[in-house]
């Protein structure tokens, strides 16, 4: 059977991805993104918007093109969700 990802999981996919190591000063562009967190362009767009709106992630615009980065409060939001899965799969439960 196959299993759908939450709307919270595909935000942490895409704050892991704009998380990378091999991500340059300014961030990651969109193609990384799209690949990375495995969504379509017109979906990522508005999660983007939203994760920027509340300061999850910083965007930098570098002429044509868009860079992402993680905030501190994006990395927050990764560390917490983190306990909160550990928590949950130690009662035998999915996140």
Do not use: W
């Amino acid at each position: 059977m196959q299993t759908y990802r939450s709307q919270v999981k595909i935000v942490v996919d895409v704050l892991t991805s704009a998380n990378a190591p091999d991500a340059d000063a300014e961030g990651v562009g969109i193609t990384h993104l799209l690949r990375r967190a495995n969504l379509s362009y017109t979906r990522l767009l508005g999660i983007l918007s939203r994760l920027v709106d509340h300061g999850l992630l910083n965007e930098t615009n570098l002429g044509k093109t868009q860079k992402y980065r993680i905030s501190d409060k994006g990395l927050k939001f990764l560390q917490a969700y983190g306990e909160f899965e550990e928590f949950t799969e130690s009662f035998g439960l999915r996140v």
